[in-house]
């Protein structure tokens, strides 16, 4: 006679083999993700630093593992922007529940600058993407308390308010300004102007091809806002 498999050792044999085929695709996705992460890490640093760098008297870079990375940039006299920050979040590419939320609700690298203008802007600016779903309650209701902008040149997909809209719709009609917000596309999120330091926040998915315009698009903003110098008087 043949003898019977026990179907307790058989379901315990396959237990051992789904739960052995499940550490490995964890670790797989571990290890491709975080060098994925750090591979990021270090061409868009390199980009970045490039781009930043000669703008900068001095200039310190902090790495989060492979999480992203901080560079900070103390600026020379001439540049629009000081104590200017450039941030990147990676997603948690290492994780493998990341991925299977991601099918369902995507999300994105993260660039965020942060930097103070070089005098105090005394009102407040809001340029939301509105498919970018970045808005929160806290935001909708100081939205409220802000004026529409003038501004035609940005279509219909962001929010423009300010709390002075004759102060700022000069920024709108700077072409260069506009080319670079639609060459950014739905990659823009978010910039906000405050009387608070950091005075600039300003936000968009981190992409290879865009990184170079985050930055230049940051200074752009911040030269709008530089103060204006006296004529000379004229001694008679």
Not at 174 to 195: A, C, H, P, Q, W
């Amino acid at each position: 006679m043949s003898e019977f498999t026990n179907p307790v050792e058989l379901f315990g044999t396959i237990a051992m083999f789904v739960i052995v085929g499940i550490m490995a695709v964890f670790l797989g996705v571990y290890v491709w993700g975080t060098r994925y992460n750090k591979l990021l890490i270090k061409k868009f640093g390199a980009i970045l630093k490039t781009e930043l760098g000669p703008k900068c008297e001095k200039s310190k870079q902090q790495i989060y593992r492979s999480s992203g990375f901080r560079l900070y940039c103390e600026t020379k006299g001439n540049v629009p922007l000081k104590n200017w920050e450039v941030v990147l979040f990676l997603l948690n590419r290492e994780n493998f529940i990341h991925h299977l939320i991601s099918r369902f609700r995507p999300h994105y690298d993260m660039l965020l600058t942060t930097a103070n203008l070089l005098t105090k802007p005394r009102l407040h600016l809001e340029i939301i993407n509105t498919a970018s779903k970045e808005i929160t309650k806290e935001d909708e209701g100081v939205l409220k308390e802000l004026k529409k902008v003038d501004a035609p040149k940005m279509g219909k997909k962001c929010i423009v308010k300010a709390s002075e809209p004759d102060r700022v719709e000069g920024l709108f009609r700077d072409n260069e300004f506009i080319k670079m917000i639609n060459k950014l596309g739905d990659d823009f999120v978010r910039i906000s102007i405050t009387d608070k330091p950091p005075h600039l926040l300003f936000s968009t998915r981190a992409k290879e091809s865009t990184l170079i315009t985050h930055v230049r698009l940051a200074e752009r903003v911040g030269n709008y806002f530089k103060p204006m110098k006296r004529k000379p008087k004229i001694l008679k």
